[in-house]
Structures are given as C-alpha cells and as structure tokens.
DNA sequence: GTGGTCTAGACCACC
DNA sequence: GTGGTCTAGACCACA
C-alpha cells in the first residue's frame, strides 16, 4: 500500500485513527488491497501523514483486532491471508444501511414505486 | 409538543445535544410536530429530561440554524412558519445517501440486478 | 398616529419597547408625525401590537424622558411642541455614523476616492 | 495572535462572547491576522482574559460558523485558508451601511450637495 | 414566566 | 497539551 492512498480530514468529527482504520478497511473490501500484501510501517505512514505514530498504530491495532492485518514483529504489517469475509461483512453492512434509508424515506411519504424510480435513475 | 417524545440514551458516543436535535428534526420531518407549534420551553425540558439547561439550548440552538424553529426571547420557542424546504432536504440527502451506498455496493461486485432483488425483499 | 404604523420583529436581539421607541422617534425625524399630534393610547397600541401595556409604556416613557412627548394625564400622549432639536440630534447622529463607516473602509483598504465614487454612485 | 489583541469592555450591554468574536473578525479583515495563522488556544485566551472557556469557545464556534477560522481538534484553531471573501463581504456590508445613512439623511431633509461636503470634511 | 449570558468547574477522547 | 461535552448553578433583561 503507498501512503497517499490515505487521505485525511482533520475539521468534522471523525477521529483520525478511525479514518486510517476505515480507508484500510475498505481498500481490502474493495479488493485494492490484495491478501498478504505489505502496509506501510507505522513510522513510516503517520511521517508522511504527519501524525503521531500512536494514531496509527491505534488504527493499525484495530484492523488486527478485525483480523483484516496481521503484525509480524520486525518484519511489518501485512494484509491477511484470508478477507473475504470482510469482505462479506462489508457488504452486509452497506445493505443494511440500505434498508434503514428506504425505511425512513417511506416514513417521510415517499412510496416504494417513487423510490426505486428514483434508485433505477442513478 | 410533548416532552416525553424526547428520548435519551446516554450510553453510546452521540452527544445528548444531538439526540435532542435529531429527534425534533425527525419529529418534524414527519410532520408529527406542525409549523407554529410551540416547543416546550428550555427549562422544562432540561428539567424533564434531567438534563443541564444549556445542553437543551445547544440543542434549540442548532435547529434555529437549520431554520426549523424560531424562538422568541420571553416568549419560547416554536416550530418555523414554513418547514416544506427541510423536508425536502431531508428526502434528497437521504436519496443522495442511497446513490452512494449503492454505487458502493457495486464497486464491491455487487450486480444492479442482486441490489434490486435485495431491496425489493426489505 | 396610527397603530400599523409600528411594525415589530419579534426575532433579532432588540427589545419591543425599544423598537417601538426607534420607530417613532423616526417618524418624528421625518416630519411624518406632526408636532402636537396625538398618539394611540397605551392599551390601545398594545392590544393592537399584541404585547403587554407595560411593554408600550416603557417604550413612551423612554420618549417622554427625551422630550418628544409629552403625557397629559386623563386626555393621553401627544407629539411635544418643539420637535427641531430632535431633527437636529437625528441627522448628527447618522452623520457621526457615516464618519465611523468610511473610516473603517480606508482601515480595508478602500481609498477615499473609491468611497467617493462608489457614493456618487448610490 | 496574541491574547493581548484582545480588550474587552465588561461594562456595556454588548456580550463578551460577541466583543471577542468582533475583535478577531476584524483583525482577519483588516488581514492583521494572517491565512493559516494560529489563534490562541480556547484555555489560553480565557484564562488570559479571566472569562470562562465557554465564552471564548462560543467566540470561537460562531467565527468558525462564517468559515473565517477552522478548528482542528487537539491541534487547536486557525485563521481559513481563503479569507479574501470575508473580506469582500465585509466591505459590501459596509457600504451597504453607508447607503442607507444617506438615504435616510435626505429623507430628513439634507441635500446630496451638503452630505457630500460633510463626508469630504472627515 | 421566558430566553441569553456567564461562571467555575468537571470528564472525555484524541494526539 | 487540545477541543468537545456537560453540570449545576447564577444573574440579567424582557414581557
């Protein structure tokens, strides 16, 4: 993975580690990120980011937490043998967010025939 | 409105100012609270609620911005004389939040064809 | 006086009564409230602008304090006599007002013959 | 910026929130502050001006609202990158100001040949 | 009664 | 260290 893959926003809300944690996730879901690849070395990625190497180890920390990487001491962080079920939560997870948005927008007097005109449209 | 529509967790990250805010946008949205309507004032919700005064204002306070309600000094606080526009904002940021997850989905191998089958069965 | 001839923002920072007390101390500036002529009673103007009598009162004792009324107990409130050094006191304070503007435009960087020519131009 | 930019006037009805929120306003369009530039910490400026956090960092909430600065959590608070619109907002403000002074001269009376000699007397 | 402002402090997550 | 949230209260002007 090159560091310029990740992007940051310092404004609004979202915790940096969290941002690191999240764009990681979804380069392995999307596939950009191949199984056994190699990651940046923490030191290496928060000097480019120009944050604290605890942010991303932090960030880091999770992902192996999620089993999405792996730590091999000296050696470095790699992607894991094995994501596709990241990559199946992934998608469970986006489908739900799906259905949460179509509940609320029936609740606001959009039809179903309305919604998926308008879904059929993009 | 009644304060008991109001309700709080006070557990999980969201900040209580917000879970006000979002319930009485919500609220709203959905036409349960009615243009001109009165709000109950600050210190009686705090009160109800058994929560510190400014975090209800924090909350009023944000609607305000939003152009959901007016308030009038001595007088309280009610919702805004023309509520049609953040109604229809509310619909397109969802729409918008739909395109995205979708477009999402098939960047993650997810067929047009499987997206509607799966919404259809929600 | 007639009473439509107060109009009140109940948004915004400043007090009803010091709203009503602006107004008709700018009718009496422009000439449109004649010297001598009477104003709404008290409960009338309130029950008219749907504020408390207080509220007016106020508003007319801060008038009668500056002298451009005068209160006649039993027959009501009336333009004062002499109403000039009103004017006067009006147009010097609008001129003071001006000077501070084109000041602080020169401090943005506006030289005096932009202000100038921008003037002209009104 | 230095804390000691700031002087406020505890007396008066005008809010000390306000008073700090204007003072910096104003620096940044007269471009005394700087794009980019640091502002004080909320803890330091409050302590040095011997109010309470909550009142710099209201200052501070409503600067941010007008985009003039940006705060980056745990990093603190800095003049935006781009200020020049605020700048020419300001001065359209003010000679928006200035238009309506004058308007209001002549409806008292005073001729465009008198106010023009006044103002070219400042 | 109402909202507006402010204090003096707390605890939190983040870096 | 930073900002974000919140408490438990105070006092004020206004109506």
Redesign the pocket.
Known sequence: MRCEMIVLDYQG?K?????IEEQIERYIALGILKEQEALPSIRELASYLG??P??VK?AYDFLEEKKLIVTISTKGCFISNDVRQAKIDKISEIYENLRRNIEELEQLGETKEEIFKRISEF
Chains 1, 2, 3, 4 share one sequence.
């Open positions: 809300r915790p940096i580690y969290q941002q944050v604290n605890n942010t932090k």
